[in-house]
């Protein structure tokens, strides 16, 4: 079975740096796409950013383009997000997922895998 971990989140204040990681195992290889989202209490999950395996297109949500920084390794199977410049409102519980459609897809339902997800919290 495919299987998401992430790992890296925690404590900031405004204008501090994170580095999240997403280990993934399993039948990832099937996936075409990798992806972040986030979620804050009371609100609907959103898009952050995605990746491809096959390559290095990037696309970013406009809240988060100039800051944040999507990676892969495909040796470590491993997908990073790099959060520079933090602001409160990037305060959620971010996720890592996986798709395995070819097309680039920002809605989370597309998605067919989840880590766990790990809490961001940004202080002001």
């Known amino acids: 079975q495919a299987q998401l971990k992430e790992s890296g989140g925690g404590l900031v204040q405004a204008g501090g740096s994170l580095r999240l990681s997403c280990a993934a195992s399993?039948?990832?290889?099937?996936?075409?796409?990798m992806a972040w989202f986030r979620q804050a209490p009371g609100k609907e999950r959103e898009f952050v950013a995605l990746?491809?395996?096959?390559?290095?297109?990037?696309y970013y949500a406009d809240s988060v383009k100039g800051r944040f920084t999507i990676s892969r390794d495909n040796a470590k199977n491993t997908v990073y997000l790099q959060m520079n410049s933090l602001k409160p409102e990037d305060t959620a519980v971010y996720y890592c997922?996986?798709?395995?459609?070819?097309?680039?897809?920002?809605?989370?339902?597309?998605?067919?895998?989840w880590g766990q997800g790990t809490q961001v919290t940004v202080s002001s």
């Open positions: 990746i491809r395996w096959s390559g290095a297109n990037t």
């Open positions: 399993g039948r990832i290889f099937s996936s075409r796409v």
């Open positions: 997922a996986a798709d395995r459609h070819i097309a680039l897809s920002t809605v989370a339902r597309d998605y067919d895998y």
